[in-house]
């Protein structure tokens, strides 16, 4: 069974950096699109980054030259590094793979399109970042 697991969300300060951790348990795809999505009280989720097994990777105009999404094959493991952090980052921060087929876009399309949310069949749990000024 696949099971995303994430870790790394915590409260910092404006300015400070966190790293998130998506361990893909179980996860054996060799052709895939994984992304990090974002949702904020009140608003919908949104797209923050995503990477594929080309390692093509695109980001979320906010986030751009902040964040990085690295992926570590040794440890099945995706990451979200992420600095520069201001409070409009405040989310519950949530990763995502997709399984069998997927549209060929799909990293384009994170965050830029709506409802990409339904690209991805597999999800974390959710990892709490809250930014204060």
């Known amino acids: 069974q696949v099971h995303l697991v994430e870790s790394g969300g915590g409260s910092v300060q404006a300015g400070g950096s966190l790293t998130l951790s998506c361990e893909l348990s179980g996860y054996t795809h060799t052709s895939y699109c994984l992304g990090w999505f974002r949702q904020a009280p009140g608003k919908e989720r949104e797209g923050v980054a995503g990477f594929d097994s080309d390692h093509q990777t695109n980001y979320a105009d906010s986030v751009k030259g902040r964040f990085n999404v690295v992926k570590d094959n040794a440890k099945n493991t995706l990451y979200l590094q992420m600095n520069s952090l201001s409070p409009e980052d405040t989310a519950i921060y949530y990763c995502?793979?997709?399984?069998?087929?997927?549209?060929?876009?799909?990293?384009?399309?994170?965050?830029?399109?709506?409802?990409?949310?339904?690209?991805?069949?597999?999800w974390g749990q959710g990892t709490q970042v809250t930014v204060s000024s």
């Open positions: 995502a793979a997709t399984a069998g087929v997927f549209p060929a876009k799909c990293v384009e399309d994170i965050p830029t399109v709506k409802d990409t949310v339904r690209y991805f069949r597999y």
